[in-house]
């Protein structure tokens, strides 16, 4: 079965470089666009950015389960090392998480559209600020995992297969 699997390059992936971190860009993204929209829209009482903010949130959480997907790929292909593996797991349990955090104030925020409400609830905007705090620590996981730990990198994929690390 595995003769049918493409062979792994020097990034230890069976595909030119990691998809994980091009996908979660655009997810980061539209969570904080959609948090700008409802935080001038709150301040502006312009409720048509709360519509921008909804559409956003949609694609945001769909797009978060692909990003997830291609992650977890990503994750298990790395063979990540013992200073690494705690921060990967880490960043595994709050992807996860965030996930599922995400499509509950999506569809919180679903329900608020519906009842078409002319001011977000003061519980909505304190538990986006909450989630966007999430987002930055997962970001910082993330971050470290390629700045730090150095994984999917050449010279670190390099010493994993000759046993140096």
Known sequence: MFQYLPPLNEHNL?????????????????IFFAFFCDIVGYFTKNTRLY???WWNLAFAT???FIAIIFGQIEA???EPYQ???DTLNLHTLLGWSLAGILAGVTGWRYVIRLR?????PTAYM???VLTLLIVCIQTYLGTALVWIYGLH???VVDAIREGGL
């Open 14 to 30: 069976p595909y030119p470089d990691t998809i994980h971190p091009i996908v979660i860009h655009f997810v980061l993204a539209m």
């Open 51 to 53: 519509e921008v903010s």
């Open 62 to 64: 769909v797009s978060i």
């Open 76 to 78: 298990g292909l790395a």
């Open 83 to 85: 200073a690494a593996a």
């Open 116 to 120: 078409e409400k002319e001011q977000l």
């Open 126 to 128: 304190v538990v986006s």
């Open 153 to 155: 990198s050449i010279p």
